[in-house]
């Protein structure tokens, strides 16, 4: 079911903003309260008001599940490769990089996108349920 023509608009708008809030959570969460996972669900929140509001099979052209999918493994896989470069580097992740923000930086960034694929991934599994109904 498709909303009203406010509520699609409305929405076109507002997602830019999210996922703009949601990278700058990721990229600022050492620095300011927040971070990868608070950055990681407001991305999602951006993917699922678009398909709430315009109907699963239109975003299902742009979005495909199986980038969600692709999303969410390989930033599982970047977790573990950074924890091993961290247990290289002496201690399971250490500190190794001399920036600011050292290794919570990267590390905020994959969470987010582990956790936005992740809630995306779940919310596209709930409504292949409920379309098959």
């Known amino acids: 079911m498709k909303m009203s023509?406010?509520?699609r608009t409305t929405t076109?708008?507002?997602s830019p903003f999210l996922v703009t809030y949601a990278a700058y959570l990721m990229l600022y969460g050492h620095v300011s309260p927040g971070g990868g996972f608070q950055g990681g669900v407001i991305l999602a929140?951006?993917?699922i008001l678009l398909i709430t509001?315009?109907?699963y099979r239109k975003v299902r052209r742009r979005f495909h599940f199986n980038?969600?999918?692709l999303i969410e493994s390989s930033a599982g896989v970047m977790l573990v490769l950074l924890g091993v470069v961290g247990l290289m580097a002496g201690a399971f992740y250490a500190n190794f990089l001399d920036t600011e923000g050292g290794i919570i930086l990267p590390f905020?960034?994959?969470?987010g996108l582990e956790v936005?694929?992740?809630f995306t991934f779940v919310f596209y599994i709930l409504l292949r349920w409920v379309e098959s109904d």
Request: charged share 5%; aromatic share 4%.
């Open 5 to 7: 023509v406010v509520v």
């Open 67 to 69: 980038w969600a999918s």
């Open 116 to 118: 936005g694929a992740a």
């Open 45 to 47: 929140v951006a993917v």
């Open 108 to 111: 905020n960034v994959i969470v």
């Open 53 to 55: 509001s315009h109907g």
């Open 12 to 14: 076109k708008m507002v």
